[in-house]
């Protein structure tokens, strides 16, 4: 079968496509033709970072990275109940860790995927992996979002933002959001009760007395809790450390900060799969590769060539090179 690998930490172009071995599914694993596969940030911080690769994968070498997918299943290994070969399922396989998801074929945990609703596309399924199960885990697991709450995300038209915004709505909440101008449009159309312009407007004189806000960039913190009740709750996508003013100020008003770091988990993907199959969650795909195109797809990424939304890759055709 035809793989995308990668031997050490580089740029786009150190990725490389070869034949490999066919892997066969474990005990709780299915083998999964793919048809679809998410690309994140993630993708590009582990391609690029010789410490986070190693941290995945150890000293495995060569890799393959990815870990969304959306494809048909095509065998079952032993005490798998769950599917059947035929099933079309997505889901984001051994996060953190191996996935393998850049590959003509996947085995994975059947824990880690879900049943693909019907009407939904392959690609709009592999769009709704890692950023969507980010953006649930911070909201419901870490925060405890609830209806009536007043939400605020960071980076509302991004990649864990936007189905952020779609599932605090989901949820009840009434949800502000930041983005560009030229993002408001897609915003709104998600479900937010109000948009705040990052780049022209002060979110802390605008919005007050909100219960949880969902950080996506570092730099927003001093006004993140200047628009919470006392009590609220930020939940923040990456770890970084912040001064003394933060700690005082956050201290003064008992607002928790906490770091969402994300994990397969069976109660999320299925927890997924219901809002996209009521149709309450609706990724945003910003473009389709090829799976020919895998270089491209990491290269717009990474150079920020993606405004709103994600980026997805075509089921990989057997003579596809990166």
């Not at 079309?88 to 860790?97: K, L, T």
């Not at 919005?207 to 949880?212: A, N, P, R, S, T």
């Amino acid at each position: 079968m035809q793989a995308v690998f990668l031997n050490e930490a580089g740029g786009a172009d150190a990725l490389y496509a070869a034949e490999t071995a066919q892997p066969v599914p474990a005990s709780g694993e299915v083998l999964v033709k793919v048809a679809a596969i998410g690309i994140n940030p993630a993708d590009i911080a582990v391609r690029s970072d010789n410490a986070l690769l190693g941290m995945m994968y150890g000293e495995q070498r060569p890799v393959i990275l990815g870990w969304d997918i959306a494809g048909t299943v095509v065998a079952c290994g032993a005490d798998v109940t769950a599917f059947k070969a035929g099933d079309e399922v997505f889901g984001m396989v051994n996060f953190p860790g191996n996935g393998s998801a850049y590959a003509e074929y996947t085995a994975a945990p059947a824990a880690h995927l879900a049943l693909k609703p019907p009407h939904v596309s392959h690609e709009q399924a592999a769009a709704s992996c890692l950023a969507a199960c980010t953006a649930y885990q911070a909201l419901l697991d870490i925060a405890a979002v609830k209806a009536g709450d007043k939400v605020l995300v960071h980076g509302a038209s991004g990649g864990v933002g936007h189905f952020a915004v779609q599932i605090a709505k989901a949820c009840g909440a009434y949800v502000a959001g930041t983005s560009s101008a030229q993002n408001r449009d897609l915003v709104l159309s998600l479900g937010a009760d109000e948009h705040i312009d990052y780049r022209s407007e002060n979110v802390s004189e605008r919005l007050h007395g909100f219960d949880i806000v969902l950080e996506t960039a570092p730099g927003n913190l001093l006004s993140s809790i200047a628009v919470l009740r006392s009590g609220g709750k930020i939940v923040s996508t990456a770890r970084f450390e912040y001064g003394a003013d933060v700690s005082e100020q956050a201290a003064a008003k008992q607002i928790a900060i906490d770091t969402i770091k994300v994990r397969s988990q069976p109660a999320t993907i299925t927890a997924l799969a219901t809002l996209l199959a009521s149709g309450a969650c609706k990724p945003h795909i910003h473009q389709t590769f090829a799976f020919a195109d895998l270089r491209a797809a990491h290269s717009a990424l990474e150079n920020r060539q993606v405004t709103a939304g994600k980026v997805v890759l075509n089921g990989l055709p057997e003579s596809a090179n990166p």
